[in-house]
Structures are given as structure tokens and as C-alpha cells.
């Protein structure tokens, strides 16, 4: 029924904030590379977090962290079912400076791989070599996917990179991550409160990721909707658009915005950028005056 429907869509082009690809004023450049980095929308949530910066900034799924490296909350609460990303993550807040030798080479490569998945499963999994490992995987493997088989182990191939700036000293993000708390959990177990504003990018719905063990199934993201709209805070969700999804954040009441994301997808042969769903619940209206797409 159209006339009691609650969402909206308009359709925008926010390619010039990526064409930019500067890196992000005021904010950190993330660490690490992540599939599905959000930066390019890092300024359209800046707009409505304006007017929530006294709350504490909630990520459900974090990732690479591109959104709170731009926002520089003061108070957030990171978490990331990807315990080595939070162990990571972990280690930078003590201070992290990697010792680890780190080169573009093949057999340097297998060589920490090898000792990465010893480590994974193990008590080990969460200490300082564990985090360095997983740096170095990450910026030298294909892609710099985070990709794990059901035993856990890390199986993403060598990468494909003429030359890779490695950072050794991290501590320029330790001030920033100082007041931040870092946990590993499914997202329902978050412990959310009035007091908090909520930005969730889950997995994609169409596209088969293994960010870790196990994988975002439907079953997860109706999960995830349904946890969202029960919230008693401000909420801001983006995924990329399938008609199911649409439906399913439309069927909770969210309002809903559509966007070109910088990327490509190909059907049929041809290239076509993608479109990515905004979804928001529980935002003042005047905030919404400014974040229009
Ligand atoms: C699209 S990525 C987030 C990207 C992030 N916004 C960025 O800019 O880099 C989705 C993340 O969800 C995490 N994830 C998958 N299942 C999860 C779950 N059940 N609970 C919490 N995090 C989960 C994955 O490990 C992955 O890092």
C-alpha cells in the first residue's frame, strides 16, 4: 500500500567524494586494505553524526575501520566477529611497532602463513607475532582479502603487487584508539543503549565472503535487521541493494536511500556501477536535511 509506506529512495552520484580519494581530512588513514572499506561514504555519515558526536559510536562490523577513522569518535565501542582483526587492532591501542621482517616475496609469504595458521586456534592467536603476521598477511596476500577456511586457517594466495609500503610504527594511531573498546563477538551480543549511535555494514548479501570462519548467510542479515530495529538509539545500516534487502530494512520501518558505489559489477557483459542501500531509523529529522543523498 503505497500511501502508508515510510521509506523514500532517490538515486545520487557520490562519486566525486571518491574520485577525490584523498586521504580523509581529520581522520586516519585505515591500517589495513578490507573488502567492502566504506570510506567513500565516510562523509555522508559525517553529516548526520554532527549531531550525535556526544554518543558513543557503536560499529557492530567494523572491518577495516574506514568509517570511525574519519568520524574520530570520542567515546566508540569496534567490534568484528574477526578476532584477529580485533587482536590486531588490539595491539596498535598497547602501541604497536613491527619488529617482523617484512618483504614482497613468495616464499617469505608461505613461510608466515604457515606460521600464522600455527598460531590460529592456539592461546597464541592473540599476541603481538599473531598481530604482526596478520598485518604483514594482509597487505602481502591477493587482493588483502581475510579469507579462512571451516578449520580457521587463513588460505588467501600470495598477492599480485609490484612494490607494498609496509608501516612498521603504528603509534600514531594509539591517541586516537585510546578511549576505544575493541571486541570480537557476533553482533547480537553487543551490549547497545540509548546512549549510542549505530553504524552497521554487514557482509554483503549476494556476495559469498569468509571474513572468518563461517559465513553471513539470509538467515544472518534478517537476524541483523530485526536486532537493528529493536535498538533504542539512533541507527545508520548500508549493504549492498538487492531487492531483499530492500524489502526486509523497508518491511522495519527504515527510511532508505539509494547510492552509486564506487565500483563495478558486470551482467550480461556489461559494466555498471553498484548500488548500495542506506538505510537509517531513528534519525532527528534535521540531521536528515543535511544527509539527503
Ligand atoms: C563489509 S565488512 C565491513 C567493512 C567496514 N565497514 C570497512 O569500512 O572496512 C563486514 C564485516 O563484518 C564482519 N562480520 C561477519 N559476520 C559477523 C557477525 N556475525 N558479527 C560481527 N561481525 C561480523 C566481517 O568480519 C567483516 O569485517
Redesign the pocket.
Known amino acids: 500500500m503505497p500511501g502508508t509506506m515510510r521509506f523514500y529512495i532517490r538515486h545520487d552520484d557520490i562519486i566525486t567524494s571518491m574520485i577525490r580519494g584523498k586521504v580523509l581530512e581529520g581522520g586516519l588513514k585505515?591500517p589495513l586494505k578490507?573488502?567492502?572499506?566504506?570510506?567513500w561514504l565516510s562523509d555522508w555519515v559525517m553529516k548526520t553524526w554532527t549531531d550525535y558526536k556526544d554518543k558513543r559510536y557503536v560499529?557492530?562490523?567494523?572491518?577495516?575501520?574506514?568509517?570511525a577513522l574519519s568520524l574520530m569518535p570520542e567515546k566508540a565501542l569496534l567490534?568484528?566477529?574477526?578476532l584477529h582483526?580485533i587482536n590486531f587492532y588490539s595491539h596498535i591501542q598497547k602501541g604497536l611497532n613491527i619488529g617482523l621482517e617484512m618483504k614482497n616475496d613468495r616464499t617469505l609469504y608461505y613461510d608466515y602463513r604457515k606460521r600464522f595458521n600455527e598460531l590460529a586456534g592456539t592461546s597464541a592467536q592473540e599476541t603481538k607475532e599473531a598481530a604482526e603476521l596478520f598485518y604483514y598477511l594482509n597487505r602481502t596476500c591477493f587482493n588483502g582479502l581475510?579469507r579462512f577456511n571451516n578449520s580457521g586457517k587463513f588460505n588467501v594466495p600470495f598477492g599480485k603487487y609490484r612494490t607494498i609500503n609496509y608501516k612498521h610504527d603504528f603509534t600514531d594511531y594509539k591517541e586516537a584508539f585510546k578511549k576505544w573498546v575493541f571486541s570480537a563477538?557476533?553482533?547480537?551480543k553487543l551490549a547497545v543503549t540509548s546512549e549510542d549511535f549505530v553504524?552497521a555494514?554487514?557482509?554483503?548479501d549476494v556476495q559469498f565472503?569468509h571474513?572468518?570462519r563461517?559465513?553471513?548467510s539470509w538467515p544472518?542479515q534478517e537476524r541483523?535487521a530485526k536486532w537493528l530495529s529493536g535498538l533504542d538509539c539512533p541507527v545508520i545500516v548500508?549493504n549492498q541493494y538487492t531487492e531483499r534487502i530492500f524489502d526486509l530494512y523497508q518491511s522495519y520501518g527504515f527510511e532508505m536511500i539509494m547510492k552509486d558505489a564506487p565500483r563495478y559489477i558486470s551482467s550480461d557483459g556489461n559494466r555498471s556501477m553498484a548500488r548500495e542501500i542506506v538505510g537509517t531509523l531513528r534519525i532527528k529529522n534535521e540531521a536528515h536535511g543535511r544527509v539527503g543523498p
Open positions: 585505515p578490507w573488502a567492502g572499506g566504506k570510506r560499529e557492530p562490523f567494523c572491518g577495516g575501520m574506514a568509517i567490534n568484528d566477529i574477526n582483526l581475510s563477538l557476533d553482533f547480537e553504524y555494514d554487514p557482509p554483503y565472503t571474513y572468518s563461517g559465513d553471513f544472518d541483523l548500508s
